[in-house]
C-alpha cells in the first residue's frame, strides 16, 4: 500500500543534542512539507520541498533543517538551536509540487519530548 | 497572506444529533478549502475539499460543507453524527497562486457523547 512513513513514533531527546525525523513515501509525490503541532495552535508549517533538491522555510523554520536528496525522503533535524522542541511533528506529501489544487496526505507523526 | 479561524475550540453533541463546525477564512486571492480529520496520535485525513464549481461538497462519512464566497465561509456539517466522529476537524485553505502550502485552523475537537 502506498503511504508516508514516519519514523520513529516516540523519540526523546537530551538538551543540547540534535535529532532527526525520518519521514518517507512511496506515493511518488514530488512535494513534501514538515509540520508542527502544539495544542490549541492547529498545524504551523516547519519546511516544505517542492522537488528534489529544493526545499523552502515556512513559518517556523528557527531551529530546524531539513533536506531532499531523495524524491522519496524528507527528513527534518531538530537542532538544539530550537528551544521549545517538544511537539507532535508530522509530515505531509502532496502530488506535482508546481501544480495548485492537490490535497496533501500525512504521516502518523513522531511525538518528540525533551529529557 | 491567507488565515483560517475556528470558533470553536470543542463542539459537544449527543449520538444521533446533527453538528455544525464552523470555519471562516480570510485572503486576498481565490482559495481552495479543505476539511481533515485527525484520530487520537495519528496524522490527518482528507474529509473533502472544495475547489470550484458547485458550492457543496459531499466528503466521506457522510460529511459534508458549503462553500460561502460572501461570508467567507466553508462550514462542515453532518445531519447523524455516530460515536466513531470523535475526532479534531481542522479546515485549511491554500492560495490559487501556486504550490499547495496549507494554512491550517486551530482544531475543533468534536465529542460525540452517547
Known amino acids: 500500500d502506498g503511504g508516508i512513513t514516519q519514523s520513529p513514533k516516540y523519540l526523546f531527546r537530551k538538551e543540547g543534542q540534535n535529532v532527526t525525523l525520518s519521514c518517507e513515501q512511496n506515493l511518488n509525490h514530488d512535494a513534501m512539507y514538515w509540520y508542527r503541532q502544539d495544542p490549541g495552535q492547529g498545524l504551523r508549517l516547519i519546511y516544505y520541498s517542492q522537488i528534489v533538491n529544493d526545499f523552502q522555510k515556512g513559518d517556523i523554520a528557527e531551529g530546524y533543517s531539513v533536506s531532499r536528496e531523495k524524491k522519496e525522503s524528507f527528513p527534518l533535524t531538530v537542532t538544539s538551536a530550537q528551544k521549545n522542541p517538544t511537539a507532535f511533528y508530522l509530515c505531509?506529501?502532496?502530488?506535482?509540487?508546481?501544480?495548485?489544487?492537490?490535497?496533501?496526505?500525512f504521516g502518523d507523526g513522531t511525538r518528540l519530548s525533551i529529557l | 497572506a491567507q488565515s483560517v479561524t475556528q470558533l470553536d475550540s470543542q463542539v459537544p453533541v449527543f449520538e444521533e444529533a446533527p453538528v455544525e463546525l464552523r470555519c471562516n477564512y480570510s485572503?486576498?486571492?481565490?482559495?481552495?478549502l479543505f476539511w481533515y480529520v485527525q484520530y487520537p496520535n495519528q496524522g490527518l485525513q482528507l474529509l473533502l475539499k472544495?475547489?470550484?464549481?458547485?458550492?457543496l461538497v459531499k466528503g466521506i462519512n457522510g460529511f459534508e460543507a458549503e462553500f460561502n464566497k460572501s461570508q467567507t465561509s466553508f462550514h462542515l456539517r453532518k445531519p447523524s453524527v455516530h460515536i466513531s466522529d470523535t475526532a479534531e476537524y481542522f479546515c485549511a485553505v491554500s492560495d490559487r497562486g501556486g504550490g499547495n502550502k496549507l494554512t491550517f485552523g486551530t482544531g475543533t475537537q468534536l465529542k460525540v457523547e452517547l
Open positions: 505531509a506529501s502532496s502530488m506535482g509540487g508546481f501544480v495548485r489544487n492537490q490535497p496533501q496526505h
Open positions: 485572503s486576498s486571492v481565490s482559495v481552495y
Open positions: 472544495y475547489l470550484s464549481g458547485s458550492t
